[in-house]
């Protein structure tokens, strides 16, 4: 799967779903190319979310991602100043919070997962940023190129950002 303009949500099985996604598996190499991720003050602000599985999922409702798996390269290209999330399963968890956060759990990547570019970006095996993992792994590379940090660029083997944070095994 390929993308290469404006906002985005791209996912290897969804882009941006409202719905519990159970048992699958992406072999799908996955790259945005966008110079086109602006942000601005007027709200404008085109964010990239990327993963091998699923760009975004929605508002925090106590969706659950569960046994899915991840075999491929996913490469996040960005050149714009807005947001990016980057992950091996989930890319970006709208509006999480402690009451009803998502659950990514039995999960696993194997895939390359990376980010070049500028921006505020975050990176992780699973997830780029999420709230709630549970007995999940990551057996493939992360990799951080960012050019211009703006902010913050956060990247972890699990997850580069953790809204409401809970990890367990």
Not at 51 to 74: E, L
Not at 113 to 125: C, N, R, Y
Not at 141 to 155: D, F, L, R
């Amino acid at each position: 799967f390929d993308y290469s303009t404006g906002w985005s949500s791209i996912g290897g099985i969804g882009g941006f779903v409202y719905c519990d996604v159970t048992n699958c598996t992406n072999y799908a190499e996955g790259t945005v190319a966008s110079t086109d991720n602006q942000g601005s003050n007027t709200g404008t602000n085109r964010q990239t979310h990327l993963a091998g599985v699923i760009g975004t999922i929605a508002t925090a409702a106590g969706y659950v991602v569960d046994n899915c798996h991840n075999h491929a390269s996913v490469t996040n290209n960005t050149s714009g100043s807005a947001e990016t999330n980057t992950g091996g399963i989930l890319g970006y968890a709208s509006q999480e919070n402690k009451t009803t956060p998502n659950i990514i759990k039995n999960c696993k990547n194997s895939g390359t997962i990376k980010h070049t570019g500028k921006g505020l970006s975050s990176v992780g095996g699973i997830t780029g940023m999420a709230g709630r993992i549970e007995s999940c792994t990551n057996s493939g590379a992360i990799i951080q190129e960012n050019s211009e940090c703006t902010y913050a660029c956060p990247v972890g083997g699990v997850a580069g950002r953790l809204s409401y944070p809970m990890i367990s095994s």
